[in-house]
T-cell receptor
C-alpha cells in the first residue's frame, strides 16, 4: 500500500486568498507529480519533480507553483486563488520512471 | 493523434459478463503499461502493470499487451456492479520521463 498523503481533502475558500496544498510521501520516492482533474475529465500533469530542488512544469499551463525542499514533501501553492482554479488536485509519486505512480486521495478545491 | 487512446465509451455490460477495455499508443519505444481504476470523485488506483508481450492475470483482471500492434487491453471477468468506474490506461513512452494517461473509459456494470 502506497503511503502518500494530501491535505486538506476539501477546501472552499474565497477569491484572492493564498493557498498551499500539501503532499507528503513516506516511501523515499524521488519522483513526485501534481495533476489537475476536473470532474469527468482527463488527468493533466501540471508539475513534477525528480528530486530535491528539482521542479518542472507539466503539459498543462498552471498559475500554481511548487517547491521540493525535502524528498518527502512536494507542496503546491496558488498565490491568489481564482474561481478558474476550482478543480481536483492529485499528487503522485514513484521510485522509478518505469514503475507505476501511486496517488494520494486528492484535494478538491473550490474557489468562490 | 493522441499518444494514448482509449475506446471512448461509455461501456455498459451486464453483471457476470466480460468487460473489455482497449488502449492504443503511438510510441513504439514504450516499455511500461498500467491500468488504473478511478471511482467518481476519487483518485486513480493501480490495478495492473504489464511490461512484456502476452497476458498477465490477477484475479478477475487480465491485461494483454501486444507491442507489435501497439495496444494493451484489460479484461474484467465476471463483472460486478462494484467494477463500475472509469478505467485509465497509462503508458511510459520510451523517451518520456512521465506517464502518459489516456482519457479513460467509463464502465457501468448493470445488475
Amino acid at each position: 500500500e502506497a503511503d502518500i498523503y494530501q491535505t486538506p481533502r476539501y477546501l472552499v475558500i474565497g477569491t484572492g486568498k493564498k493557498i498551499t496544498l500539501e503532499c507528503s510521501q513516506t516511501m523515499g520516492h524521488d519522483k513526485m507529480y501534481w495533476y489537475q482533474q476536473d470532474p469527468g475529465m482527463e488527468l493533466h500533469l501540471i508539475h513534477y519533480s525528480y528530486g530535491v530542488n528539482s521542479t518542472e512544469k507539466g503539459d498543462l499551463s498552471s498559475e500554481s507553483t511548487v517547491s521540493r525542499i525535502r524528498t518527502e514533501h512536494f507542496p503546491l501553492t496558488l498565490e491568489s486563488a481564482r474561481p478558474s482554479h476550482t478543480s481536483q488536485y492529485l499528487c503522485a509519486s514513484t521510485g522509478q520512471e518505469n514503475q507505476p505512480q501511486h496517488f494520494g486521495d486528492g484535494t478538491r478545491l473550490s474557489i468562490l | 493523434q493522441k499518444e494514448v487512446e482509449q475506446n471512448s465509451g461509455p461501456l455498459s455490460v451486464p453483471e457476470g459478463a466480460i468487460a473489455s477495455l482497449n488502449c492504443t499508443y503511438s510510441d513504439r519505444g514504450s516499455q511500461s503499461f498500467f491500468w488504473y481504476r478511478q471511482y467518481s470523485g476519487k483518485s486513480p488506483e493501480l490495478i495492473m502493470s504489464i511490461y512484456s508481450n502476452g497476458d498477465k492475470e490477477d484475479g478477475r483482471f487480465t491485461a494483454q499487451l501486444n507491442k507489435a500492434s501497439q495496444y494493451v487491453s484489460l479484461l474484467i471477468r465476471d463483472s460486478q456492479p462494484s467494477d463500475s468506474a472509469t478505467y485509465l490506461c497509462a503508458v511510459k513512452a520510451g523517451s518520456a520521463r512521465q506517464l502518459t494517461f489516456g482519457s479513460g473509459t467509463q464502465l457501468t456494470v448493470l445488475p
